[in-house]
């Protein structure tokens, strides 16, 4: 995994805009953004369930609010991003404050889906979101960030993020983890406010 401390999620409704300018605008201006920034790693997607459902979602993970800053930049010297804000509405942003979690990424890039949830805790929970993430890992999962919420509407609260590969290896990542004993005494402990999966497109 790399050192990133923060991840910068965004969320835009594409509005009549169609898959292709889509890629085609989106794709480009995050080109832009790993050439010209210090961006760690970029992506974005689409969200497949909930309140926000066709809404697209980009991630970027950064190493410092310094570099965060010049992605910034590098977003507003794109004519690629300013194309896509021309039709698109950016609905949401927020800056994550990510908690260090011991569970090794599965080499390899076949990522297809990124399962979040969203909940409220008293305290951090980073042991016991890294256990969780594992058991998700080791069954199914290619990577996991955790953090804590600084901006935006959800602040204070809590963001676990899982990768997959296939809609089934979600299936076999939480047939797994409803059967763990520290998963299910972690649950009482919590107030979950959002489960969403999204596809990644990019």
Same mark, same amino acid.
């Given at each position: ?8 999620? +965004?969320? %835009?409704? #594409? =509005? ?5 300018? !889509? ?5 480009? @201006? ?72 011991? +569970?090794? %990424?599965? #080499? =390899? ?5 990124? !399962? ?5 805790? @008293? ?80």
């Amino acid at each position: 995994m790399s050192d990133a401390k923060f991840m910068v999620i +965004t969320v %835009a409704d #594409p =509005g009549t805009m169609s898959a292709t300018e !889509v890629n085609d605008q989106l794709g480009q @201006a995050l080109t832009d953004l790993k050439a010209n920034s210090e961006v760690l790693t970029a992506r974005w997607g689409r969200i497949g369930t909930g309140e926000n459902v066709g809404k697209i979602i980009a991630f970027q993970s950064y190493a410092s609010m310094a570099d965060i800053e010049s992605g910034y930049e590098a977003f507003s010297n794109s004519s690629a991003y300013a194309n896509f804000l021309n039709k698109a509405t950016v609905s949401k942003r927020g800056i994550l404050s990510l908690h260090a979690i011991d +569970t090794p %990424a599965v #080499p =390899g890039d076949n990522a297809k889906y990124v !399962v979040m949830v969203r909940f409220q805790s @008293a305290e951090p929970m980073t042991e016991q979101a890294g256990h969780a993430a594992k058991v998700f890992v080791e069954n199914g999962g290619l990577s996991a960030r955790y953090g804590t919420i600084m901006t935006g509407g959800y602040i204070g609260h809590r963001l676990l993020g899982v990768i997959y590969p296939s809609m089934a290896a979600i299936e076999a990542a939480y047939d797994a983890v409803q059967a763990d004993s520290v998963y299910q005494e972690t649950l009482p402990k919590l107030e979950l406010g959002m489960r969403n999966i999204v596809r990644l497109l990019g």
